[in-house]
């Protein structure tokens, strides 16, 4: 599902874009990105851990992938079906020592800048009026932000303009199912094991922390924030897609 990733999800708008808030989810996704592989492949887990840290630093609240990454680590394990819970300690354990360390990092590098641990410099950004009043007014995290947070994510439609003869979306980016079809098949099967369990876990954390968050990623192709939990999405989708892509997946990856 390479295609999926590449040309079917809106991180191929994101690489082409110069701002230092695209770079740095770019950054994120592949950090992520390695660490998953690093789970997957057995690596040890303070490499995992690394990768993880890195991403953090770009984006704090991909933090909510570790337990997908915990639940790789514990399918990997099972020995006759039973978890070895005692080196899955050991592998938490040295995973979470580099996760915390960036977290460590990344506060007192709010202090040096700010004044404040937690401050992170969105009170006093210059950007956006509307995102800088919001902030100021409701927190950096609110359930006020929900309902047209949850808006972006699955019922934006594309705002059409004509522009250079052409009718192109802009705006404040659309919904991921209109960007991203094939994103359906994430429900495609119901199975419950460890690592789909991890993985369902992570994205439900990350949907609830995008809803609560201050804005959607502003001016936008499409909602660009499901790039923070779109690799433990796509692995299900493969899982879900079986050994061969069926028509009706490819329909929704070409759409």
């Known amino acids: 599902l390479t295609e999926l990733f590449s040309f079917g999800t809106v991180y191929w708008w ?46 704090p609240n991909v933090f909510v992938l570790w337990p997908a990454l915990l639940a790789i680590a514990i399918q990997n394990n099972l020995i006759a079906e039973k978890v070895n819970w005692k080196y899955i300690f050991k592998w938490s354990s040295l995973s979470a020592v580099s996760v915390i360390l960036s977290a460590l990092f990344l506060v007192y590098y709010n202090y040096l800048r700010f004044g404040n641990f937690f401050d ?69 099967k119901v199975k419950v094991n460890w690592w789909i369990a991890g993985c369902w876990c992570s994205i439900i954390l990350s949907i609830i922390l995008l809803a609560l968050y201050s804005n959607n990623g502003a001016n936008q192709y499409g909602y660009r924030y499901v790039m923070d939990f779109i690799i433990p999405a796509i692995m299900i989708i493969a899982y879900n897609a079986g050994q061969k892509v069926s028509a009706p997946l490819k329909t929704l990856i070409i759409a």
Request: glycine share 8%.
């Open 14 to 59: 994101l690489s082409i874009k110069t701002g230092e808030s695209f770079f740095s989810q770019d950054v994120t996704v592949l950090f992520c990105g390695l660490a998953f592989l690093s789970a997957v492949k057995k690596w040890p887990s303070w490499i995992t851990g690394i990768c993880l840290g890195a991403a953090i630093l770009c984006r």
């Open 120 to 188: 992170f410099g969105y009170v006093t950004i210059n950007g956006s009026l509307n995102i800088v009043h919001n902030v100021q007014t409701y927190g950096l995290f609110s359930i006020h932000y929900v309902p047209f947070n949850f808006h972006s994510m699955f019922l934006a439609l594309p705002d059409l303009k004509l522009s250079c003869e052409y009718y192109i979306p802009r705006g404040w980016g659309m919904s991921i199912i209109a960007t991203t079809p094939a994103i359906i098949y994430l429900v495609r």
